[in-house]
Nanobody, 123 residues
Framework: QVQLVESGGGLVQAGGSLRLSCAASGRGFSSYAMGWFRQAPGKEREFVAA????????YYVDSVKGRFTISRDNAKNTVYLQMISLKPEDTAVYYCAAKRVGTSRPPGEYDYWGQGTQVTVSS
């Protein structure tokens, strides 16, 4: 069992930056693939980024490539999402999630979820 708690969201102007953190507790964090997802009002939850348990592989949705960076520190049981050049369309609740086996994009394939943190980008 893994518990996830996101932090770092907030209100930022377009072009600004934020770093989201996801602190994990429970056994086996270092062996889980981790992902970040987001959900805007009236829209489905969408994949943003994922990282393998070794940090050797990272994946991004096209709309954030070059602007967002996912990373993890297994010693701290934490995964991060560094976001720069934020746009109003990045506004959403951001969730981190853990997956026992392999990285993937569909939200339904992740096993554990945090409660989410709000990111609002003003124009």
């Amino acid at each position: 069992q893994v518990q996830l708690v996101e932090s770092g969201g907030g209100l930022v102007q377009a072009g600004g930056s934020l770093r989201l953190s996801c602190a994990a507790s429970g056994r086996g964090f270092s062996s889980y693939a981790m992902g970040w997802f987001r959900q805007a009002p009236g829209k489905e939850r969408e994949f943003v980024a994922a990282i393998s348990w070794t940090s050797g592989n990272t994946y991004y949705v096209d709309s954030v490539k070059g602007r967002f960076t996912i990373s993890r520190d297994n010693a701290k049981n934490t995964v991060y999402l560094q976001m720069i050049s934020l746009k109003p369309e990045d506004t959403a609740v951001y969730y981190c999630a853990a997956k026992r086996v392999g990285t993937s994009r569909p939200p339904g394939e992740y096993d554990y979820w945090g409660q989410g943190t709000q990111v609002t980008v003003s124009s």
